[in-house]
């Protein structure tokens, strides 16, 4: 990258005489074995354990650069990795991390993964981002997809910093009565609360027909509390810490959440990995699922290409009741969106946080130009999801596709890229997906993580689900006690 090398001198000059000013981006004397010395600018980063291998690229890469601009100066990065989907190891370092912030010690770059970002920034923990773009001397704010980033604001603050993003898609089962599939495609997105009216229609005109058939195949709709969290979510605004879900139109989604999940432990594991639709794997689903959606890995492709064989038609965005596309939460238990987004950053606020920012810039050039076969999360050249840099959308789009298809090698055929017209079809993905990436943007915020047991209560939802309460009882209670952990 042009700015990635134009910057090196420059920030030579900054880091070497401001080492004093870093505490864990530290500067060190260090003597080789024959004797010379030279310094070490050091890097600490807290990352789920997926992410090590496009950080050891990027450390690779930032070592070779530093060391061909000046033969004295090493680079190396101090990774400390855990896994994510396992909540004691990820609430452990969450807790290590809330103690090293109070006694102003901190990681120089921590990968977000439901950390409480809005009350370590509150707290002065975190660098606003828009400070770094603000002062660097080539890179301004258009540079990015500026709507993605104003959806990670905080207090017109962005403290959250997005590799890349991307949207879960969803489409319906094309073997349902036309009249049923009518009022899906005409649509070109989609809320949970319009599955679940569809879903009541179908139930209520063809139950002995389509009884066998549950709701959907995506994180967000294979459990009863996936689909009310997802229901939730429109409701909570994280940043101004207010619910709304006392409100009528809440009240109207639990009903219609109650008539689909009659069984608060109502799940159904399915025909395997959603984030490999093969097309086998897709025909299993049909004869399962009435809605399946698409996020991982593969799965953009049979969003913005049209299969051949279509066992779910329609395949459009999931948006809020604003309309705004939905980039899910990277991490939770019960909802593990693959591909909808890559990695989000933060930076402490323990420096200036200019090598850190340097680094940054190389995992944006890892994660769109390097081959690397195993990047998690649909990210890289194998997955659809968008670099937050807009120059990059193009040439990333053109990279991973092909990748994509010579991976899917011929599992799922597709129209045009199967069938002669390539180009017409690559141009009227390209253009479907560069639309998207313009369009008002929401977070999937919300899951247990960050709301610990607010939703997990069984014995209040079983109270609700068994008819023993209202909804309006429902919407209240958990609208009071969403309310109290927010200003909490």
């Not at 915020?445 to 309006?472: K, Q, V």
Request: proline fraction near 5%; charged fraction near 20%; aromatic fraction near 12%.
């Amino acid at each position: 990258m042009k700015v990635i090398k134009l910057l090196h001198f420059i920030n030579l000059i900054i880091l070497l005489g401001s080492c004093s000013l870093l505490f864990l981006a530290a500067c060190g004397e260090e003597d080789d074995p024959e004797g010379e010395s030279y310094t070490t600018l050091t890097v600490s980063i807290l990352a789920p354990h997926v992410y090590e291998p496009v950080i050891r690229m990027a450390e690779w890469q930032m070592q070779t650069e530093f060391m061909l601009k000046d033969e004295n100066i090493r680079f190396n990065v101090d990774l400390t990795t855990y896994h994510s989907w396992i909540p004691h190891e990820n609430q452990q370092h969450q807790v290590r991390l809330q103690t090293m912030f109070m006694t102003g010690e901190a990681y120089n770059i921590i990968f977000w993964d439901s950390h409480p970002f809005r009350t370590y920034a509150e707290a002065g923990f975190l660098l606003d981002f828009y400070t770094l773009i603000d002062q660097h001397p080539i890179i301004n704010r258009d540079d990015f997809h500026t709507n993605i980033l104003e959806a990670f604001e905080h207090n017109g603050s962005l403290y959250l910093f997005p590799i890349s993003f991307g949207f879960s898609y969803v489409g319906i089962n094309a073997n349902l009565p036309q009249s049923i599939i009518n009022e899906f495609v005409w649509r070109d997105s989609i809320t949970v609360t319009d599955l679940l009216q569809i879903y009541q229609v179908l139930r209520l005109n063809y139950s002995e027909r389509f009884v066998h058939l549950s709701l959907g195949y995506a994180p967000y709709l294979r459990t009863s509390r996936d689909v009310l969290m997802a229901g939730a979510n429109q409701f909570i605004d994280f940043s101004s810490r207010t619910s709304s879900l006392n409100s009528v139109q809440f009240i109207d989604f639990l009903e219609l959440w109650r008539y689909a999940f009659p069984n608060i432990n109502d799940i159904r594991e399915g025909c395997g990995p959603h984030s490999i639709p093969v097309d086998s794997n897709m025909g299993c689903l049909s004869n399962q699922y009435i809605f399946a959606g698409f996020s991982g890995s593969f799965a953009p492709a049979v969003a913005l290409f049209t299969p051949l064989e279509q066992h779910f038609l329609n395949v459009i965005p999931l948006v809020d009741k604003e309309g705004r596309l939905l980039i899910m939460n990277q991490y939770s238990p019960h909802l593990n969106m693959e591909g909808s987004s890559w990695a989000k950053l933060m930076i402490p606020a323990i420096g200036d946080g200019t090598l850190e920012w340097e680094f940054i810039q190389k995992l944006m050039t890892v994660m769109t130009e390097t081959e690397l076969r195993h990047t998690s999360f649909g990210t890289g050249p194998h997955g659809l999801a968008t670099p937050i840099t807009r120059r990059d959308f193009e040439p990333h789009f053109e990279r991973s596709t092909n990748l994509l298809f010579n991976s899917i090698n011929g599992r799922i055929r597709f129209e045009g890229i199967d069938t002669g017209n390539y180009e017409l079809a690559m141009n009227e993905a390209r253009n479907r997906l560069a639309a998207y990436n313009e369009m008002p943007v929401a977070i999937f915020e919300f899951n247990e993580l960050n709301a610990p047991g607010l939703f997990l209560d069984e014995n209040l939802l079983n109270h609700f689900l068994l008819g023993l309460s209202t909804a309006d009882e429902l919407a209240m209670e958990l609208h009071n006690r969403m309310s109290l952990w927010l200003i909490e």
